[in-house]
């Protein structure tokens, strides 16, 4: 495992290293989509064949509290916002993920 600053360049960081996973837990609603979109474009690059994100945050339209936290972010944020099911799927396919999966974590059995 290796910590990485994820708004910067950080492909530059880890010289050349692939990974199998890239998690970011509670990164994109801080931040604007285009940011969301330039963070995700740089994980892709960073994996190896096969590998795979997971994003962990609040999904509008999935979470009961999305809505509310959106207001939040507008408030306390310079881009920040929830985003659809819809932006992260677009966001995914426009960075070349496939086979994108959306687990709600109030479903997973420890």
């Known amino acids: 495992m ?4 994820f708004t910067k360049e950080f492909v530059n960081e880890f010289s050349g290293e692939l990974f199998d996973i890239v998690f970011m837990g ?14 995700i474009r740089r994980v892709s690059s960073v994996l190896k064949d096969g590998g795979m994100i997971a994003i962990e945050d609040f999904v509008r339209g ?3 509290m999305a809505e509310m936290f959106a207001v939040n972010m507008l408030a306390n944020t310079e881009g920040g916002n929830t985003y659809t099911e819809g932006q992260y799927r677009e966001w995914l396919r426009d960075a070349g993920f496939r086979n994108i999966e959306v687990i709600d974590r109030a479903t997973i059995s420890l």
């Open 2 to 5: 290796k910590k990485g600053d």
């Open 26 to 39: 509670n990164i994109c609603h801080i931040y604007s989509e285009e940011e969301n979109r330039r963070f």
């Open 62 to 64: 999935r979470s009961p």
